[in-house]
Nanobody, 123 residues
Framework: VKLVESGGQLVQPGGSLRLSCAASIPRFSWYTVAWFRRAPGQQRDFVSAIKWNDSAEKYNDSVKGRFTISRDNAKDTVYLQMHSLKPEDTAVYYC?????????????????WGQGTQVTVSS
C-alpha cells in the first residue's frame, strides 16, 4: 500500500505544472485523496482534496482558481494541475489518502502518505 508523487520541478513564476499521485491501494476508488504542501521552515498545509464517492473538490483559498484536482480511478491516479504558479507555491507537495474520507483539511485524517515531490517556483 503506497502513494508515489511525481511531476515536481523548477518552474518560472506564471508557469504551470501537473503533479501526479499514483496509488498502489486495493479499492482505490474508496479513498479520498488530498494534496498537502510544506514550505521550508513552515508547517504542512492543506492544498486540495477530492472525495471518494462524488469526486467533490476542496481547495485552500490560496490556490482557488489556479489549481485543479482530478482523479482517474481506472489508473489509480490523482492529479493536481497547477497554473499561474507563484514563488510562494514553492514547497514539497505530498499526496495522502483516507478510506471513505470526508475531504478533511486536517492531515491527521489521512493515514497513507507519499514521499513528496519538490516544486520550486523561481526565475
Amino acid at each position: 500500500v503506497k502513494l508515489v508523487e511525481s511531476g515536481g520541478q523548477l518552474v518560472q513564476p506564471g508557469g504551470s505544472l501537473r503533479l501526479s499521485c499514483a496509488a498502489s491501494i486495493p479499492r482505490f476508488s474508496w479513498y479520498t485523496v488530498a494534496w498537502f504542501r510544506r514550505a521550508p521552515g513552515q508547517q504542512r498545509d492543506f492544498v486540495s482534496a477530492i472525495k471518494w464517492n462524488d469526486s467533490a473538490e476542496k481547495y485552500n483559498d490560496s490556490v482557488k482558481g489556479r489549481f485543479t484536482i482530478s482523479r482517474d480511478n481506472a489508473k489509480d491516479t490523482v492529479y493536481l494541475q497547477m497554473h499561474s504558479l507563484k514563488p510562494e507555491d514553492t514547497a514539497v507537495y505530498y499526496c495522502a489518502a483516507s478510506l471513505h474520507g470526508i475531504g478533511s483539511q486536517n492531515s491527521n485524517q489521512y493515514n497513507i502518505w507519499g514521499q513528496g515531490t519538490q516544486v520550486t517556483v523561481s526565475s
